[in-house]
């Protein structure tokens, strides 16, 4: 079975008058070494415009694009193709010491590197009755294998939490995501963060896009914009949990941005003038002609159109 595929994204926002753009951050690169990509390129219109690539302080590989006139809109435009063979989310080793958690200090505590990743996930003096009480249910359990407990978390989660599709920007508090039980994926993924973070996992946000195999058409994915969480376990590195599915994140999971908070990892950010925005996101996955199976090297375009 021809196992790659083509995902097409176009993100388009649309001004009812010419406005300054000041410039903008997008961060829709797949992250280095990120498995499974065969090529990557990102358009934008209108021209002229300016676009520089950088390193953010998470690592990511994002753009930063200028426009020196005032514009009517502003296109994105990326084409990603990838490798959607299944692969085995488990094929990792977990360090000795670490195979049974909480391990020991030292482990978790040896690279300064995750420190904004064991910081908490709530405003300092917030009240978090609720997920208190949640984090102080799984404290109880431990000592316990890791892995399992990863497992099991990410499976409560998800059958606590309701998925609920939400148009509207910003992610609720894991207070908020409790009290509703319901959430986005972005909503649910940080509530596993803030449970992690409180039982002393390094956890982090993760943005970028899902694909999944169409049912009863071999061959065909559809593919959407998705957030999980990542969690750090010494020996196997960040491993991509997913509080939608309640599965690990596999071959289907292709992260765009990682970073301490939700709002670090935005595909598009910037400022521009007052005015009246539209915004519209489409998306779309095209199987490849076993022609093009072979994989090549990751590539960086920015055309203009």
Known sequence: MNAHAMLVHHTRYRYDRPVHLGPQTIRLHPVPDCPGVLSYSMDISPTPHGCTWEHDPFGNRIARVTFTRQVTHFDITIRLATDQTPTNPFH??????????PAPAPDRSADPALAPYLQPACPPGSPTPLLDALVRTWRATLPRPTLEMLVELTRAIATRVTYRIRLEAGVWSPEETLRNGAGSCRDSAWLLIAVLRGLGVAARFVSGYLLQPRAGAPGQYGGELHAWAQAYVPGAGWIGLDTTSGLLAAQGHVPLAVAAAPHQAAPVSGLLDHCVATFEAVMETIPLPP???????????????
Do not use: E, G, V
């Open 291 to 305: 022609a093009t199976n072979a994989r090549s090297p990751l590539r960086r375009t920015h055309i203009s159109s």
């Open 92 to 101: 990792f080793t977990i360090a000795p010491a670490a195979r049974l958690w």
